[in-house]
């Protein structure tokens, strides 16, 4: 685990920590049964890469490596743009002190729009996953580098109890081979970015996507942000991507995220 990574999940342990002082797992579990119910997240990037490219677009307004990315951030006109443009699901950030997001933003996004919404932060406790549905949320985010085989598996395990999607991230050969072996969910999302250099390539999507097996999802996360890039992973057999930095950056977020649902020029 990187220095960043260990130090962020270490601050998340304080949070969660708090929250359970807060709220008991009793409450948290009222709150989960009364939330409207799970969207077909898997199902819905499915559809969209049959014979276009699924996107999960991402609601996000700073980062630790870029510091603040949206000056106007409006979650739910966000949300409302991504729509139109053609995205299949949202990934809301809802970290504070790293991502400056917050837990409504899930809320917020998931009345305006009826796409699924994958609820994104640093997921170290079960606790977290009762509490994400509570919020509404109909997928959670595993990342592999975070967590111990074990600690996955008790999240993973969680959220099914739940009927939430799970997408499992990895970085690296390694990180596959743990979450193929201890993990039953079907999205592998593949982040370019790399934990200790915090360089980022498209290239570490393509080789790694020849080592999953056919029955997975793969999802390119990091550095996408051309139709190019897009075209590019799908000759390696990925047609479902993350993208969150390369949007938010846009003055109109609708039209250049149709621009990339557009089959090329020439």
Do not use: W
Request: hydrophobic share 40%.
């Amino acid at each position: 685990m990187s220095d960043v990574l260990k130090k962020i999940c270490d601050d998340k342990r304080e949070h969660v920590a708090r929250k359970k002082s807060l709220k008991s797992l009793d409450a948290l579990e009222n709150e989960a049964k009364k939330a409207s119910p799970v969207r077909d997240f898997t199902g819905a990037l499915t559809a969209a890469s049959t014979d276009s490219y699924g996107l999960i677009c991402e609601i996000k307004r700073g980062s630790p490596s870029k510091g603040l990315i949206r000056a106007d951030f409006e979650p739910t006109s966000l949300a409302k743009a991504y729509k139109a443009g053609g995205a299949a699901c949202l990934s809301v950030l809802t970290d504070i002190p790293y991502f400056m997001g917050h837990d409504d933003y899930v809320q917020h996004v998931r009345d305006v729009v009826d796409l699924p919404v994958l609820r994104k932060d640093f997921m170290i406790d079960p606790y977290q996953i009762t509490e994400s549905r509570a919020l509404g949320a109909d997928c959670i985010l595993i990342i592999m580098a975070a967590l111990s085989d074990i600690q996955a598996a008790e999240i993973e395990a969680e959220a099914l109890r739940h009927a939430m999607h799970v997408l499992i991230e990895v970085h690296d050969e390694k990180e596959l081979d743990r979450a193929l072996t201890h993990l039953k969910s079907p999205l592998i999302g593949v982040n370019n970015r790399n934990l200790k250099t915090m360089d980022v390539s498209i290239e570490t999507s393509a080789r790694i996507a020849k080592k999953v097996p056919a029955d997975k999802m793969l999802v390119g996360e990091s550095g996408i942000a051309t139709r190019a890039d897009l075209d590019h992973l799908a000759n390696v057999g990925i047609r479902r991507f993350l993208i969150g930095e390369s949007l938010m950056r846009q003055q109109e977020v609708a039209a250049a995220t149709k621009a990339l649902l557009l089959p090329a020029q020439g």
